[in-house]
Structure formats: structure tokens, C-alpha cells
């Protein structure tokens, strides 16, 4: 018998901003991810869409146009379930319209009905660092409590016209990133001191906070049956201490503390003590109400997804910084680098599993995990990716001792199960998918897509619900 639940969520994860491309197309409006030309790990960015300029993402792969034979092909490997984001601003272009733009709600209805079609579930992540840019001018994006009732005014059109297709719900993609790449988590840009930095980094997540209570009691009312959760980048929270050293290894824990922070308040319901400290030390100042707090202690999130890409490494006295997969830290001499120097870390995502089902007792979601690498066309005219299968291998074998560890894992959801552009380097080059799509760094390509040899691995990964591994 599988160790695989019966009902196991196989799948694939992409972000609308990341494939889509069709950036101004059908009345919709300019993202903050529109406005970066060589991704969000750096936080730079344009501060408007700059004429003759080269921006990965506006064209993307065209998943705008060519999302039936992608699924079709995704309905090939066996999914289960796909998840991927709605773009606020294909629905309300500024944010701040009084109605949605039908164009947008129409184009996800396809998309939605040509999944089910295929027996494939929809999930969604309703944020995933798109934040229309016009809120980023105007408010420096969720720094400003008026992002919330926006936000709201967003989920509630989606819960209305989409409650009935789609059962998995993500309120934020990563919101625990805001502590390092804020524009594209937050849509907000820091300034000034340190502490008052802090202070922007803790509103903003705090209003997030505060939205994300808000959307769950929506969605009990519109869709009682829906599955609401948060999810976090857990890569920033793989942290080993570089040595038995006591300040290594509490340096370690507190670094650790600060992704778990979210998750501790959206599914706990409250504040932990250790983040009141951070507060009073660093003279963080922020404005949180009685009321919100009450909201976000009543609407508590049912389950945690997350990403798990790799674990990093602290040593006391570090300066540790991050980008899209997680804290960048000192080298692991037990670990081998993916190409784009990425610790790989199967144990990792384990030991991650673990410390959710200890922490919280709650069902987890992995919706993402994967290989970015350089793909070759072999002479004979496949791409032999040994590395991304072995990878994915060695993954899924740990979320089965995870299983077997008591872990409540419902899904797994490949990141970029077909090329996409990356999020923090704006590459193509940077490749995830077990499908080939021929577009290059700087836009030039047919768009052709072709199956890798991982494909077949993933196939029968799930036709044998894991037991092949
Ligand atoms: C996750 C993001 O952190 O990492 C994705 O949610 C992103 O949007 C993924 O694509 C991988 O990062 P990158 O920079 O390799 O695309």
C-alpha cells in the first residue's frame, strides 16, 4: 500500500505574473512584477513601465493563450491539482475601481472550467506579489491599512464568481518574504532607519494579518466548504546553526522565528512573546487595534502551504539576507549547490514537515518545490534532465517518511511544472519545468513546448501514487 493518502494532491505551481505574459492585454492593469526587469530578488524597480524596454515577464510563455494545451499536458503527467494566482489587476486593474473588469473574471473562468474539465482541482493563491502597482504609488503598498478593505473588495468578487470551482485557497504567497524582498511581497518600498524599516516590515505584515482574518470570514459566508490557508516560504526557515556554539544555534532559532511568526499569528491566533521583544528592542512602532487582533484570534487559517526549496546555514555574527528560496546563508559542507547556488536538502524539507505538525497540528501543503536549472538540447533532439528527476525523487521520498513521521500532507504541488520565467532574476534560463518551453533570456524563441525526460518520471510518480520512488 502507497504511504500516499488515496486522495493525495499531485500536482504543478505556477504564479500568473511568472507565465501569463499578455501584461496589458483585456483591460488589465500594471503589477508591481510588471515593472521589474531582472526580478524581485533585489527589490529594484521601475517606478512606471518604461517604453522600449525588455521586461521578462509581459510576454512571459503566453499561458494567456496557450493554458488549454499546457493543462492538457499537465492532465498527461496526472494531476491532480493545479495552482496558480489570480492577477489582482486583470480583475481590478488600479485596485480601486468599483467594479471588476469581466474581461479578467472571464478569462479565469476559462481557465478554471478547462481544469475541472480535465479532473484537474484548481488552487489558488489570491496574492502572489501582484500587487497592482497604482497601490504601491499611492499607498507604498500594504505599509497602508487601506490595502485591506481593497484586498477584501478583490476577494470578495472571486469568492462570488469562483467559490463553486475552486476549493483551495492561499490568501498571500509568501508573506514571511516581506522581511526581505518587501516590494514584491508587500509592494512596499523601505526607507529610513532601521527601526523605522522594522516598523513598515511589522505594519505590513500586520495588515496582512488582519486581511487574511478578514477574507476567511468571507469565505465561510460565501463558500462554507472552501479550504483557507497562508502560505510561507519555509526555505527561510531551514536554518541549521552553523555549530554547536550556543550563540550559532539560538541565532539559528531566532532567525527561524521570524518566518514562523506568521504562521504563529494566522494559525495560533495570537502574537508570540518573542516578537513583542523584537518590538521594544528595536523601537518598532506600530498601529494595531484591540478589534484586530480580535479578528485575527476568531478567523484563524485552516492549513499551512509552503515552498521549500533549500536549507541554509547561520553562524553567530552573520549578516544574513534572502532572495525568492530562502535565507542566504554560509556554505553547507554536508550539502551539494543546485547552479544557482541553492543548497539541496531533501532532509530539509522533512525536518520543515516535522516542525510543522509539532508546532501547529494542522494539514500542510507543499506547493512548491523544484530545481531551477540549464536545460540542453541533446543531440538527440531530448533533454535528459537526470538532475531535476533525482531531485524530485529524493523530495517526495522525504515527505513519505514525513507521512510516516505523522506529518498531515495533503498535496504536493511542483514548482513551475512547465518553464517559466523566475521570479527573482527575471532569467528563462533558470529552468523548472518537466515541459521545455524554447524562449530564452531575452525573449527570442518559438514558444514551442516539448516534454523533458523528468516528465515521465513525474507521470509515473503519480499513476503509482508514489510507490515507484
Ligand atoms: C518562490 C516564489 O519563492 O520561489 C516563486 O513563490 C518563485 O514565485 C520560486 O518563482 C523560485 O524562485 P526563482 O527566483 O527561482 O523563480
Known amino acids: 500500500m502507497s504511504i500516499f493518502p488515496k486522495d493525495f494532491l499531485w500536482g504543478g505551481a505556477i504564479a500568473a505574473n511568472q507565465a501569463e505574459g499578455a501584461w496589458n492585454i483585456d483591460e488589465k492593469g500594471v503589477a508591481i512584477t510588471d515593472t521589474t526587469q531582472h526580478g524581485i530578488a533585489k527589490n529594484e524597480h521601475d517606478e512606471e513601465v518604461l517604453p522600449n524596454t525588455f521586461y521578462p515577464s509581459h510576454e512571459a510563455i503566453d499561458f494567456y493563450h496557450n493554458y488549454e494545451r499546457d493543462l492538457e499536458l499537465m492532465a498527461e503527467m496526472g494531476f491532480k ?47 502572489h506579489y501582484e500587487t497592482p502597482l497604482a497601490l504601491h504609488k499611492k499607498y ?7 490595502l485591506i478593505s481593497l484586498y477584501i473588495k478583490f476577494c470578495k468578487t472571486i469568492f462570488e464568481r469562483f467559490g463553486d470551482k475552486v476549493h483551495y485557497w492561499m490568501t498571500f504567497n509568501e508573506m514571511n518574504n516581506t522581511q526581505t524582498i518587501p516590494y514584491a511581497a508587500a509592494a512596499m518600498d523601505l526607507s529610513g532607519s532601521y527601526s523605522h524599516q522594522l516598523s513598515q516590515i ?80 528595536y523601537n518598532v512602532k506600530l498601529d494595531i487595534t484591540d478589534e484586530e487582533l480580535d479578528l485575527i484570534k476568531k478567523y484563524k487559517s485552516e492549513f499551512l502551504a509552503f515552498s521549500y526549496y533549500r536549507s541554509s546555514t547561520f553562524e553567530d555574527g552573520m549578516k544574513i539576507y534572502g532572495d525568492t528560496g530562502g535565507v542566504v546563508g554560509k556554505p553547507n559542507p554536508y550539502l551539494k549547490n543546485s547552479a544557482w547556488g541553492w543548497p539541496v536538502d531533501p ?68 514548482w513551475g511544472p512547465i518553464d517559466i520565467v523566475s521570479a527573482g532574476t527575471g532569467e528563462m534560463n533558470k529552468r523548472y ?3 521545455y518551453v524554447d524562449r530564452d533570456n531575452d525573449g527570442k524563441g518559438t514558444m514551442k513546448r516539448m516534454k523533458k525526460d523528468s516528465f515521465n518520471v513525474y507521470k509515473e510518480i503519480i499513476e503509482t501514487n508514489g510507490n515507484c520512488l
Open 81 to 127: 491539482c493545479f495552482r496558480t494566482s489570480i492577477a489582482w489587476t486583470r480583475i481590478y486593474p488600479t485596485g480601486e475601481e468599483e467594479s471588476p473588469n469581466e474581461k479578467g473574471l472571464h478569462f479565469y473562468d476559462c481557465l478554471f472550467d478547462k481544469m475541472l474539465a480535465l479532473g484537474i482541482q484548481p488552487v489558488v493563491t489570491i496574492s
Open 140 to 146: 507604498n503598498g500594504w505599509e497602508n491599512k487601506k
Open 202 to 281: 511589522y505594519q505590513a505584515q500586520h495588515n496582512m494579518y488582519v486581511a487574511n482574518a478578514l477574507a476567511n470570514k468571507l469565505a465561510k459566508e460565501i463558500m462554507p466548504d472552501a479550504h483557507m490557508g497562508i502560505m510561507l516560504s519555509l526555505s527561510q526557515a531551514a536554518v541549521y546553526p552553523a555549530s554547536p556554539k550556543p550563540e550559532d544555534v539560538f541565532g539559528a532559532l531566532q532567525l527561524q522565528r521570524r518566518t514562523f511568526v506568521s504562521s504563529d499569528v494566522q494559525l495560533k491566533g495570537c502574537y508570540p512573546g518573542y516578537v513583542k521583544r523584537i518590538w521594544d528592542e
Open 347 to 414: 532532509l530539509g524539507l522533512r525536518w520543515m514537515c516535522n516542525l510543522v505538525q509539532d508546532r501547529y497540528d494542522c494539514p500542510m501543503f507543499i506547493v512548491e518545490n523544484g530545481l531551477g536549472a540549464v536545460d540542453k538540447i541533446s543531440e538527440d533532439g531530448k533533454i535528459h534532465d537526470k538532475e531535476r528527476s533525482d531531485y524530485l525523487k529524493k523530495h517526495l521520498k522525504q515527505i513519505g517518511e514525513a507521512i510516516k513521521d505523522g506529518c498531515k500532507v495533503i498535496g504536493y504541488t511542483w
Open 433 to 435: 519545468g518537466f515541459i
